[in-house]
């Protein structure tokens, strides 16, 4: 019983990043796929992402599989050196719900340093934009190089901010390695399958 049954699957990245947009995207697809998700929202002082969620999966997952975690000042702290806040509201989750596969938790958004600890995430997603600069990759943060899915978000802002999708690919190539990225772009749910697969076939083992 409890949290470590279930998987955990971290979305950290930049405040506007998308992380929101993508778990609005990836939930009705997992729930779609047989899966009973659970949904945590780390924010600074508010429930703020939260609601958001409660709002959009009002329809899709049951109230308590929805909660928010407020963080204080430093929103890397809750899930990094003390995730102990997370894990209580997961085992919350499982002990009301046993059958629970997955769960997503939103990190509060940071910097480029923000990483997860490794007893709360099984898998840690880390979203960028492309509206945050084409160099992003480049810079190497921590979130960039360790995450286990790199996600370039904002596809379609690239043309408006003079990002070419090319350098960007050719950087997150060189930074990552054998790991792996994805370009999305949560407005049109572009990339979002390639984002679901690798959590299924890592994670969930489909
Ligand atoms: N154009 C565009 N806007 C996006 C995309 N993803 C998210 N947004 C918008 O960017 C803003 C910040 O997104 P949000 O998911 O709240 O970022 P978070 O702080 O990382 O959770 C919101 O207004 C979203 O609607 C995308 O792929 N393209
Ligand atoms: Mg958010």
């Known amino acids: 019983m409890g949290y470590r049954d279930v998987a955990k699957v971290g979305l950290g990245g930049p405040v506007g990043s ?20 659970g949904v945590i929202a ?50 919350e989750f499982t002990e009301r719900h046993p059958e629970l596969d997955v769960v997503l938790i939103e990190s509060g958004g940071d910097n480029l340093a923000a990483t997860f600890n490794p007893e709360l995430a099984d898998y840690f997603l880390f979203v960028i934009s492309v509206a945050e600069g084409e160099d992003i990759p480049r810079k190497r943060g921590p979130g960039v190089t360790q995450a286990d899915l790199l996600v370039v978000n904002k596809t379609d802002l690239a043309p408006h901010v003079d990002a070419d999708l090319d350098v960007i690919e050719a950087d997150a190539g060189e930074v990552r390695g054998d790991d792996p990225f994805v370009f999305t772009n949560c407005k049109d749910a572009e990339g979002v399958d390639a984002v679901l697969e690798h959590v299924e076939r890592e994670v969930l083992f489909a």
């Open 18 to 37: 998308g992380k929101t947009a993508l778990v609005k995207r990836l939930v009705p697809e997992l729930v779609e796929r047989d899966y009973e998700v």
């Open 42 to 91: 780390n924010d600074i002082m508010t429930q703020e992402d939260a609601d958001v969620f409660r709002e959009s999966f009002a329809e899709l997952l049951p109230e308590d599989l929805v909660e928010g975690v407020e963080t204080g000042a430093c929103p890397h702290t809750g899930i990094r050196e003390d995730p102990s806040m997370n894990l209580a509201a997961v085992d």
